[in-house]
């Protein structure tokens, strides 16, 4: 089968949308950026600002100090240390560093931005950057020191560091000298002019490309947590009429009528009760639409708080070179990108929550309408030995718990620092590295949810005297491709290394579960 051609993302101004950022972040896009009129706009930003240097002396960030400090004169002889000084005394980032797909999502997020042709940066320094980006060559960035207003100043000193030939980056596994590298591929390191230093770090684009991140790992979350709940109410022997067309369409949310879609589709009439059949579920299955469709439809109406951040100029000032304007104002404050990642992180771990409920269903007789204790597999005479999903249930229930944890908003903890002119700031960064780790903690539990609800089915099938032939095509299609990683548990055995490649099926999307285009 002919592959389809690899998608190419350019640069020049033009929108871009978040998932191009995740594209390049997985490698799965090769990139190119603008000449012609764009390189032209780019460059008018850059000749204004040396001009009106030159005219009037004193312009912000360039010929005078940062933040509290810009009352602090800087002689003319002096400007041109001024954006080295900037990304130097930023250096002072702590705690993990990014791994290379959300390095990939930040540089991605600041070329958009620095693109839009509003910083007075130079061509040639978008050329740099966008080498980086291409020949994917890292800036090892710290993940912790950014307060998500004034822009993401220390992460992002980094990126100017690197530019530079200073500091470190990761080639493939390997974590080497900047300096070294240039080097060997022959780059000339990057002396940052005035403004340019403050130009690539003063913006939003560590909370940015995280974000574009996030909401692409939630929206594969959905999907999966739904075929999850299929699997977990054939198991169970629910009710599917809880998912009926015409319930949903007197309660009309978009996001729980597509779930609600979805596993009609996935059960299709072999999940219909018999006369038998309990009139109502549990919550976990029963109003499973309802939970998937919030996360759902939150992921619709943050978009465009994600992409319009993502396609804005965001730093300070602005350069209007067209106009010859130079604007100071506040686009740094990455406000809505914080929102939109507190929302995003209680919805998820509201999903996280709801398939450990499903789980805890499924291995407790008291609620899962006869299937073995804990799902067990194991027979004859050592039965009484194993206990099958007991422990995972736990595990579950763990990661669950953390995930809930972490939807205290970041946004409501603004300090007032930098000598109080950052007096209220977003939090932006710490909001989106909380929705990954929320996400990362529901994906285990995805994990987990999707590991028992499969072994229920087939021990379901067994009781029925049924094969998984019989089972509608969506749910055995999913049920054969975990069968690849992971056989039916009959005596107990350790799954951490089964659910790790589960986990790692997930983090790639490596299924694709659903046709319609939403997903």
């Not at 690899?6 to 390049?24: H, I, K, M, S």
């Not at 929320?438 to 995805?446: D, F, G, K, T």
Request: with cysteine; net charge negative; charged share 20%.
């Amino acid at each position: 089968m002919t592959q389809p051609p690899t998608p190419t993302v350019t640069f020049d101004g033009a929108p871009v949308t978040l998932e191009q950022v995740c594209q390049l972040s997985r490698r799965q896009a090769n990139s190119r950026l603008g000449n012609g009129e764009f390189q032209q706009r780019i460059e008018r930003g850059a000749t204004f600002l040396e001009r009106l240097l030159a005219r009037e002396g004193v312009i912000y960030g360039v010929t005078t100090g940062y933040g509290d400090s810009c009352t602090t004169a800087i002689p003319e002889a002096l400007t041109g240390q001024l954006s080295e000084k900037i990304f130097t005394f930023h250096g002072c980032g702590l705690g993990a560093h990014f791994d290379a797909q959300s390095t990939r999502a930040i540089l991605a997020a600041r070329l958009t931005s620095l693109c839009r042709g509003y910083s007075g940066v130079r061509y040639e320094l978008l050329q740099q950057l966008h080498r980086l980006l291409d020949e994917d060559l890292l800036p090892l960035i710290p993940q912790e020191g950014s307060v998500g207003a004034s822009g993401d100043l220390t992460p992002l000193s980094y990126v100017a560091a690197a530019l530079a030939g200073q500091r470190q980056l990761r080639q493939g596994e390997q974590i080497r000298e900047a300096s070294e590298v240039f080097a060997e591929r022959h780059i000339s390191p990057l002396t940052l002019r005035p403004k340019e230093g403050l130009a690539v770090m003063n913006g939003t684009a560590v909370m940015t490309g995280l974000a574009c991140l996030a909401f692409d790992r939630a929206n594969y979350l959905v999907s999966l947590g739904t075929r999850i709940t299929a699997l977990a109410s054939l198991a169970i022997q629910g009710n599917a009429y809880h998912f009926d067309e015409v319930l949903f369409s007197v309660k009309p949310h978009p996001g729980s009528q597509l779930a609600a879609r979805r596993l009609r589709d996935d059960l299709q009439a072999s999940n219909a009760p018999s006369h038998e059949a309990r009139l109502q579920d549990r919550y976990s299955l029963r109003c499973a639409p309802h939970v998937l469709g919030v996360l759902s439809d939150t992921l619709s109406q943050l978009r465009s708080f994600v992409e319009v951040e993502l396609n804005s100029a965001n730093d300070n000032p602005i350069i209007d070179g067209d106009n010859e304007r130079v604007l100071h104002g506040g686009h740094f404050y990455g406000g809505h990108i914080g929102q939109a990642m507190d929302s995003l992180k209680t919805a998820t771990a509201s999903v996280a929550d709801l398939l450990d409920r499903q789980l805890a269903q499924l291995v407790d007789v008291k609620f899962n309408h006869g299937l073995p204790a804990n799902l067990s597999g194991s027979t004859g005479a050592g039965a009484c030995l194993d206990h099958g999903f007991k422990a995972v249930q736990i595990g579950a229930s763990s990661w669950t718990a953390e995930a809930l944890k972490l939807t205290m908003p970041a946004t409501s903890f603004s300090r007032s620092t930098e000598c109080h002119n950052q007096d209220k700031v977003s939090m932006g960064t710490t909001a989106a590295r909380d929705a990954l780790r929320v996400l990362e903690l529901s994906e285990q539990v995805a994990a987990a949810g999707l590991l028992a609800s499969c072994q229920a089915v087939e021990l379901r099938l067994a009781q029925d005297g049924r094969d998984i032939h019989s089972l509608p095509p969506a749910l055995r299609d999913t049920l054969l491709a975990v069968r690849e990683d992971s056989a039916h548990v009959n005596e107990d055995r350790a799954l951490e290394p089964e659910l790790r490649q589960l986990l790692s099926r997930i983090r790639q999307q490596h299924w694709n579960l659903y046709a319609d285009t939403s997903e």
